[in-house]
C-alpha cells in the first residue's frame, strides 16, 4: 500500500485529554506527526468507564492540557465504554480510513476494540500500539487477567501489525499472546516536547523552595513505582546533604494510599513534599525547572512518559534496570541505571548526582519529526488492500 502524502487517511484510537494521561498525550502528538504525511482522524473516547470508577475521576474533563491537535486533524471525540451506538457512529470513520491504529494499554477497552475491528468491514490493516502488555492492577485479579488474555488474543488475531517501544517488549508480546514476532516493530515513544523551559531559580521561587538540592518524582503514584525505595534512599543521604535538599514527590496516588504514612513517620518528613494530585501542563514547567534529578524507582516497566518529559528538560535521570526502560533511556546521556528495590545504591545514585550537578541534551532520534518518519514507512509498506 503505497500512501502519498495528504492522499490517504490514517485513523488513530485512543482516550481524549478528557481522561488525560500519558497516552493522550501519545495520541494527540502521534496524530500531530503523522499529520504531516497524512490526512488524520482521531477517533476518540467521550466517556472510558463509569466515571467513578476511574480513580482519577475529580479532575475528569477539566481543562489540564496547554497542547492540542492540529487544526487540519478531524477531531471525533465520540466513543462511550458502554454505549454501542457510538461504537457503531465511530465505525463510520474507520470506512474513510486506509489505516487504522489503535491505542493500548488497558483490557477495559477491549470490547470496544473487537466490536470496532468487526465493524473495520473493508478489512483495512489494523495496527495495535502497545504501552502496556497488562495492566499491573488488572494482572493482580485472576478474573480481570483472564478476561485480559481472552479479549486481547481476539482482537489481536485481526490486527495486521503490532508496535511496541523496545526489544523487551517485542518478545514478551509474541511470547504472551503467540504474535509471530515479525509482525512485532519496535518503534519508541518521542519526546514530549510541549513544555516551555524556565530559569531554575525562578521555578523554585514559585514553589516555595529554598533548598539548594531538588529530587523530584513525578507521575502517577502506584505500588510497582516503587516511592517507598526513594524515600529510604532520600533518609539515607549524609545528614548535611539532606538539610539542603528537598524530595518532591509529585502525582496522583491510586493505590499507594500507604505512601502518607510513609512519609508522615520518615525522620526527614520536613524535607520531604508530598503533592497528591495531578499536575496539569501549565505547572508541570515549574517542577522540572526546578529539579536537580528525576528518580524513577520503577519495580517493573514498559516505557514512561514522564521520562520523555525529564529528558526534554535536560535532567539527569535515575531509572532502575526494568522491563523496556533501560533500553529507552540508553540513549539519553543523562540517565544512570541502578537495581530495582535496593535504597543504599539508590542514596549513593543520588547523592552523586546532585553533588555533581550537569544537564543533558535530548537524543535527537527521539524526535517526533524522527518517530513520524518511521511510522510513515511502516504504513507505506503494508499489504495492498
Given amino acids: ?19 488525560l494521561s500519558g497516552i493522550s498525550y501519545v495520541t494527540l502528538l502521534l496524530s ?7 490526512v488524520v482522524t482521531a477517533l476518540l473516547f467521550r ?37 454501542p451506538f457510538t461504537w457503531i457512529e465511530g465505525s463510520k470513520y474507520l470506512l474513510k480510513g486506509d489505516v487504522i491504529i489503535f491505542q493500548w494499554w488497558t483490557s477495559s477497552v477491549a470490547h470496544m476494540y473487537l466490536i470496532l475491528a468487526l465493524l473495520n468491514v473493508r478489512k483495512k490493516p489494523i495496527i495495535i500500539e502497545f504501552h502496556e502488555i497488562v495492566d499491573p492492577m488488572e494482572y493482580g ?46 518503534i519508541p515513544i518521542g519526546i514530549f516536547d510541549q513544555y516551555k523551559k524556565m530559569n531554575k531559580s525562578l521555578a523554585k521561587d514559585h514553589l516555595g523552595i529554598s533548598e539548594s538540592n531538588i529530587v523530584l518524582f513525578f507521575g502517577l503514584i502506584r505500588p510497582y513505582k516503587g516511592v517507598k525505595y526513594l524515600v529510604e534512599a532520600f533518609e539515607g543521604l549524609p545528614p548535611d546533604r539532606i538539610r539542603n535538599s528537598r524530595l518532591l514527590i509529585v502525582g496522583e496516588a491510586w493505590e499507594d494510599q500507604e505512601l502518607y504514612a510513609l512519609v508522615a513517620k520518615s525522620p526527614v518528613a520536613s524535607q520531604i ?25 520503577y519495580t517493573r516497566a514498559s516505557q514512561s512518559g514522564v521520562a520523555h518529559i525529564g529528558m526534554e528538560f535536560g535532567i539527569p535521570i535515575i531509572a532502575t534496570r526494568v522491563g523496556g526502560l533501560e533500553e529507552s533511556l540508553g540513549k539519553y546521556n543523562g540517565t544512570r541505571f541502578i537495581n530495582p528495590m535496593d535504597s543504599d545504591e539508590l542514596a549513593r545514585m543520588i547523592d552523586d548526582t546532585i ?30 488492500r
Fill in 355 to 384: 553533588v555533581n550537578k550537569k544537564s543533558f541534551k535530548p537524543p535527537e532520534d527521539l524526535r517526533w519529526d524522527v518517530i513520524a518518519g518511521q511510522w510513515r514507512d511502516l504504513i507505506n509498506g503494508l499489504p495492498k
Fill in 273 to 297: 513534599t508530598l503533592i497528591d494530585r495531578y499536575i496539569g501542563d501549565s505547572e508541570i514547567p515549574f517542577y522540572f525547572s526546578a529539579a536537580d534529578a528525576l528518580v524513577m524507582p
Fill in 47 to 83: 466517556n472510558m468507564l463509569p466515571k467513578k470508577l476511574f480513580p482519577g475521576y475529580k479532575r475528569v474533563g477539566e481543562n489540564l492540557a496547554d497542547c492540542g491537535y492540529r487544526s487540519d486533524i478531524t477531531v471525533a471525540e465520540i466513543l462511550d465504554w458502554y454505549n
Fill in 141 to 186: 485479579f485472576f478474573i480481570l487477567r483472564l478476561y485480559s488474555k481472552i479479549m486481547g488474543t481476539l482482537i489481536r488475531r485481526l490486527a495486521t501489525y503490532y508496535i511496541v517501544h523496545s526489544e523487551v517488549d517485542r518478545q514478551l508480546i509474541s511470547s504472551h499472546y503467540e504474535i509471530d514476532i515479525n509482525r512485532v516493530r519496535v
Fill in 1 to 19: 500500500m503505497e500512501l502519498n502524502k495528504k492522499n490517504h487517511t490514517v485513523v488513530i484510537i485512543g482516550p481524549s485529554m478528557r481522561f
Fill in 32 to 38: 500531530n506527526s503523522l499529520a504531516d504525511y497524512f
